[in-house]
């Protein structure tokens, strides 16, 4: 997913802690006004919970937009792990 994040600069350092958690790839950081501006990408998968957790983060004072720019299989390896963990295998 195309990610957008608009943060002040106070938060900026735990937002891109949290992408990076997220499996994130950050692409820009611009300014805008007296906010910083996350361009990036991020697995659909990893944006479950994301507004709460960007909330939490900022004490609510960013904004976030998502776009699917296309479809993308999983690889073999994580499509096992989260079948298994979707089945109580793991």
């Known amino acids: 997913m195309n990610l957008e ?3 002040s600069r106070d938060y900026l350092s735990p937002v891109l802690a949290d992408l990076a958690q ?3 790839n ?4 611009q300014s805008r ?3 910083k501006v996350v ?3 991020v697995p659909l998968a990893e944006t479950m919970g994301y507004s709460t957790v960007l909330r939490t983060l900022t004490s ?3 904004t ?3 776009e699917l720019p296309n479809y993308q299989a999983m690889n073999p390896q994580d499509q096992s792990t989260l079948l298994s963990q979707r089945h109580g295998l793991s």
């Open 22 to 24: 997220r499996r994130g």
């Open 60 to 62: 609510g004072s960013a």
């Open 39 to 41: 361009i990036g990408f």
């Open 26 to 29: 950050i692409q820009e950081i």
């Open 64 to 66: 976030f937009a998502l």
């Open 5 to 7: 994040v608009t943060v």
């Open 33 to 35: 006004q007296d906010n």
